[in-house]
T-cell receptor
Framework: GAGVSQSPSNKVTEKGKDVELRCDPISGHTALYWYRQSLGQGLEFLIYFQGNSAPDKSGLPSDRFSAERTGGSVSTLTIQRTQQEDSAVYLC?????????????FGNGTRLTVT | GQQVMQIPQYQHVQEGEDFTTYCNSSTTLSNIQWYKQRPGGHPVFLIQLVKSGEVKKQKRLTFQFGEAKKNSSLHITATQTTDVGTYFCAFRNTGNQFYFGTGTSLTVIP
């Protein structure tokens, strides 16, 4: 089946604008994760959704960042009043914990550039 | 917070040479995973280790989990240009969060 789909693949925005990044996980995967990867850096955990449970937001760097997951499927990461330091690749991953799967499946990411 | 450190950050090798990256944690881990990210691509799962002293092989790749379950290594024998990329270790905690190491970027010189 299809993999994790993210859109847009690239986004250029002006400082101070809001942006929305979308993630469509693999069908049936109830766990969804957002990570941020700055140029040449590792993966920074942002937020984790599992089914209908309250999301784990412990990785969000500031209150300008928020995320939703509607209907247990598609997720949207919103960054308000973007800053230049928000420039990075935002990766989404999904997992099917219901089958005991331990593997994260990543999308191709959204490259965000704040000018 | 929980974190794992990886060394080296960068490694350049001649094609055919061996390569090793190390992952170290200050706390005992219940599991360790390895992912590979090709340039311009996304991380792809390679393997998971869960047992103390466990060793697993995938063709030219050898993965080890330390006896104390605080460190792990990935060794590539006779590197090829297709091995180019960044290798990340990661672990899943009891809250099902996945934490990634800082990564080792491998360049293979033909």
């Amino acid at each position: 089946g299809a993999g994790v789909s993210q859109s847009p693949s690239n986004k250029v925005t002006e400082k101070g604008k809001d942006v929305e990044l979308r993630c469509d996980p693999i069908s049936g995967h109830t766990a969804l994760y957002w990570y941020r990867q700055s140029l040449g850096q590792g993966l920074e955990f942002l937020i984790y959704f599992q089914g209908n449970s309250a999301p784990d937001k412990s990785g969000l760097p500031s209150d300008r960042f928020s995320a939703e997951r509607t209907g247990g499927s598609v997720s949207t990461l919103t960054i308000q009043r973007t800053q230049q330091e928000d420039s990075a690749v935002y990766l989404c991953a999904s997992r099917n914990p219901d089958r005991g799967a331990v593997t994260l499946h990543f999308g191709n990411g959204t490259r965000l550039t704040v000018t | 917070g929980q974190q794992v450190m990886q060394i080296p950050q960068y490694q350049h090798v001649q094609e055919g040479e061996d390569f090793t990256t190390y992952c170290n944690s200050s706390t005992t881990l219940s599991n360790i995973q390895w992912y590979k990210q090709r340039p311009g691509g996304h991380p792809v799962f390679l393997i998971q280790l869960v047992k103390s002293g466990e060793v697993k092989k995938q063709k030219r790749l050898t993965f080890q989990f330390g006896e104390a379950k605080k460190n792990s290594s990935l060794h590539i024998t006779a590197t090829q240009t297709t091995d180019v990329g960044t290798y990340f270790c990661a672990f899943r905690n009891t809250g099902n969060q996945f934490y990634f190491g800082t990564g080792t970027s491998l360049t293979v010189i033909p």
